[in-house]
């Protein structure tokens, strides 16, 4: 951890895919145990600052650190850095020719290089936590999208992560299953997780995160506590997404 | 139709030739289980190169599109001559002095190696992207994404394609027969050649096909499972 109690420094990054300025001059940090949400219209950028945090995606400028490591300067491992990140992704991405268990064990074994053992009780911990014991032996397909994605979360936590990053992760879930997802999150948060979390569920959002950050075309228009942004946008462009919002009655 | 039965379908010729015959089918069969073997590793190794990222690995992936080009695009009968009457020709220690047979299967191996890695290839690629991000950002390393998520899922895939060419190149080992391993096509021939009868020729495509139908409806068994596995998670 560097020594201002920030877990993850992200400074003027701006990210291009060709032509196009997906990211434009962010700024943004993350403290320890602290949970930031980010929050906008889709294309926005949420998705990829995301990304650009494990480096699925590398910045064209500025820099990131993570756990007072610089990462964008091109020499850190990026399997490293990835071992100490979770991501947990919109269409939860397990792997289908795997059992539940065997999921959440694969990283452990191949990376950390646990024994089957040590693995599999982690897993069975985990599995045990998010209330899936009795579908450790399922493949993922026999699941609803919510258990799924409650295994999709398990097997990132399993790696141990001192980060993790959730993008958009009860989008492609049926209404009824959003909760389940959503209660394990919240316990994430109070176990003390540093979270950052790209969501459309403002009430949510505004409920676990110590920090809202409202990104709309590439920027970062408003960032504070989520009473502020939520109760007293002080930008224009946020309260006109925040009644859009309301209007859906997504709040 | 008469003389066609009898030229074709005796049943006198049936039986003589068939001990015979069978002994070659024997050499075409361990023909195909050698060249097979070896062609599906070769050319899971070659599909993998070819799929290699970076930089460095460019010559190597350069190479491999060179060999899947040259030799789907060369007829097995050439590659076959090349190699049962052009390798004993070269008589360098160590390569030159083996039986017809081992250069047959050189020949198929060589072949059916460029078909196969296509097929790889085309299963590799059909695993979807998020898979590989998905294991990357869990840390995996380029080598166990592949190995133990990207693979498994491809390999399946391409089940019913291998097996067809695997059909084919059961058949193929036939080619082989001509230019020089007396197998059950070359057995046929001679039969046909001392009895001006062409009853052999029967018994051998009785027996390729006796090989092949089981392996044709395993594949068709395959493809229906699969399509019910999906129509079973899609709802």
Redesign the interface.
């Known amino acids: 951890m560097s020594a201002n109690g920030r877990f993850v420094s992200i400074e003027n990054v701006t990210k291009r895919f060709g032509d196009l300025e997906v990211l434009k001059q962010i700024s943004l940090d993350v403290e320890e145990h602290g949970v930031v949400c980010l929050i906008g219209a889709s294309g926005s950028g949420k998705s990829t600052l995301l990304r650009c945090v ?1 480096l ?1 995606e590398r910045v064209d400028e500025g820099t990131i650190v993570v756990d007072g490591e610089t990462i964008t300067n091109g020499k850190v491992d990026v ?2 850095l ?2 100490k ?3 947990v ?1 919109q ?1 939860y ?5 795997m059992t539940v268990a065997q999921n959440v064990m ?2 452990p074994r ?2 950390r290089g646990l024994s089957q053992r040590e693995a599999r009780s982690r897993a069975w911990g985990l599995l045990d936590r998010i209330g899936l014991l009795d579908k450790a032996d399922e493949f993922p ?1 026999r699941l609803s999208g919510g258990q799924q994605q409650r295994v999709a979360i398990a ?2 936590l399993a ?1 141990e992560p001192k980060l993790m990053l959730l993008d958009e992760i009860t989008s492609a879930l049926d209404p009824q299953l959003v909760s389940e997802v959503l209660n394990l999150v919240r316990e994430l948060a109070r176990s003390g997780m540093t979270m950052i979390i790209a969501t459309h569920e403002m009430s949510f959002a505004r409920e676990v995160s110590d920090k809202i950050c409202f990104l709309d075309g590439g920027v970062i228009r408003e960032q504070g506590p989520p009473d502020q942004i939520f109760s007293h946008p002080s930008e224009p462009r946020t309260r006109e997404f925040l009644a859009r919002v309301i209007e859906a009655g997504r709040m | 139709m008469h003389r066609v039965l009898h030229s074709f379908a005796n049943p006198f010729y049936f039986r003589q030739s068939l001990p015979d015959i069978w002994s070659g089918f024997t050499i075409n069969v361990q023909m195909m289980l050698i060249a097979e073997v070896l062609v599906l590793v070769l050319a899971l190794v070659l599909a993998i190169v070819r799929g290699l990222p970076g930089r460095g690995a460019k010559p190597f992936r350069g190479l491999a599109i060179v060999y899947t080009d040259f030799f789907r695009g060369t007829p097995l009968t050439l590659v076959a001559f090349a190699f049962i009457l052009g390798i004993p020709g070269l008589d360098y220690p160590g390569i030159s002095h083996y039986s017809n047979e081992v250069y047959g299967i050189a020949a198929l191996t060589v072949v059916y190696t460029a078909y196969v890695t296509e097929v790889y290839r085309a299963g590799i690629e059909s695993v979807h992207g ?2 590989r ?9 380029y080598g ?1 994404t592949m190995r ?2 990207v693979l ?2 491809a390999i ?1 895939r391409v089940v019913p394609p291998l097996l067809n060419d695997f059909i084919g190149l059961q058949k193929d080992t036939a080619i082989i027969g001509a230019i020089g391993v007396i197998e059950a096509a070359a057995q046929a021939n001679n039969f046909a050649s001392s009895y001006f009868n062409f009853t052999g020729f029967l018994v051998a495509a009785v027996f390729f096909i006796y090989l092949t139908i089981p392996l044709a409806r395993y594949t068709d068994h395959i493809i229906a499972e699969r399509e019910r596995r999906e129509r ?2 899609a709802t």
Do not use: E, W
């Not at chain 1, 991405?93 to 020719?97: A, E, S, T, Y």
């Not at chain 2, 991000?133 to 390393?141: F, N």
């Open positions: 494990n699925l399997n490293a990835r071992r990140i979770g991501i992704f269409a991405n397990l792997f289908p020719h694969l990283a191949k990376v397909d097997r990132a790696m | 998020s898979q991000m998905a294991a990357r950002s869990l840390g995996l390393s166990h133990y998520v498994p899922q399946r079973a998670t």
